[in-house]
Structure formats: structure tokens, C-alpha cells
């Protein structure tokens, strides 16, 4: 492993596809266990999707050479957006006033390389994906099972702030928050 460097996707479908490759093959270890073929499509469509559509979108890549070690995705969301109206219908009132107000940022993936876990990438993704960001709060889903990356963003400041919940058949999830501006 050499000098890790993040920067902003360049929205080339060379570095999306990279992206989509790694999704893949993160999301395919346990807890997660999604299938890698329609993970790779998705999350190319996601994607594109948000960078046309969302407020501050932001997708950071970590690069050690020419490999990618981590990518992060994130952006503004608001009343009305699909996972911030789920989210918001199942937590306590206090919670949503708090964290979710009427708009924040979400962080909705963050994946590292498994040669580049514990060396830092996730860490400065995390940094570099809020740094400016012109929200007040920062959320973002878990799988409760991911215990380790739990106990990562615990490290970061990130605050459990409603645990065991589910969307339709989804596998059960935690609300992560954390105050950046």
C-alpha cells in the first residue's frame, strides 16, 4: 500500500465503474451478502441518478495508485426524499426535529477496500465528504449487524439515534447522526 489520496469523482464512467466493482464486492461480504451483479448495476444507477438530482452531492474516491481503496457518497436530502420520508415515519418525533429537520446531508454508502481497513481511507473519506457541506446535521443508516462498522462510526462521533428499525423486508437498521455545522 502507498499514499492514499481522495478526490472527487471526475464522472467518468471508468471511475463509476470502479465504484461499482468495489460496491460490489464490500456489499457481498456478511452482514450484507448482496448479490454483486445487481449490486454493481444499482449502484451505477443511484448514482448518476443523484448526481442529476440531489442537493451537495458529493461521491469522494481514495486512491492508492491507480487501485481504489474506498469510495464514499453522500448529499442533501429533504422532505420528500424516499429514505429521509421512511426513515422519518419510524423514529420518535425528537429524533426527527433533531436530526433529520427539514433537510440534512446523508451519508449513504461508504466502502473501503478490504487490503485498506484500519489504515485510515475511511476516516478521510468521512472527513473529506463533510468538509463544507452546508447543513447543519449528518445522518445515515446501518445494518445493526455491521458491528464493525458501528463501532467505526462510533469512533467518529457519529451517534447512535434510533436502532432497530426496517424498512419493508430490509434487514434491521440503525440511525446514525452527528452535528457538522
Not at 502507498?2 to 460496491?23: P, Q
Not at 481503496?69 to 448529499?75: I, K, R, T, W
Request: proline share 4%.
Amino acid at each position: 500500500m502507498g499514499t492514499v489520496r481522495t478526490a472527487a469523482w471526475d464522472g467518468s464512467t471508468a471511475e463509476l465503474d470502479a465504484v461499482a466493482e468495489l460496491y460490489a464486492r464490500v456489499f457481498a461480504e456478511p452482514p450484507y451478502h448482496e448479490d454483486p451483479d445487481e449490486s454493481r448495476r444499482s449502484i451505477s444507477e443511484r448514482i448518476r441518478r443523484y448526481a442529476d438530482t440531489k442537493a451537495a452531492f458529493r461521491l469522494i474516491l481514495a486512491w492508492d495508485g491507480n487501485d481504489l481503496a474506498g469510495f464514499v457518497l453522500g448529499m442533501g436530502i429533504s422532505d420528500g426524499d424516499w429514505w429521509r420520508d421512511r426513515i422519518a415515519g419510524l423514529v420518535a418525533d425528537d429524533v426527527r426535529r433533531t436530526w433529520l429537520r427539514d433537510e440534512c446531508f446523508c451519508v449513504a454508502e461508504l466502502a473501503v477496500a478490504p487490503a485498506h481497513r484500519r489504515s485510515g481511507v475511511a476516516t478521510a473519506l468521512l472527513t473529506a465528504v463533510l468538509d463544507g457541506v452546508p447543513y447543519k446535521t449528518a445522518v445515515l443508516g446501518c445494518q445493526a449487524a455491521a458491528l464493525p462498522a458501528r463501532r467505526f462510526y462510533a469512533r467518529e462521533g457519529w451517534q447512535e439515534v434510533a436502532t432497530g428499525l426496517r424498512i419493508g423486508d430490509s434487514p434491521e437498521q440503525c440511525v446514525l447522526a452527528k452535528t457538522i455545522g
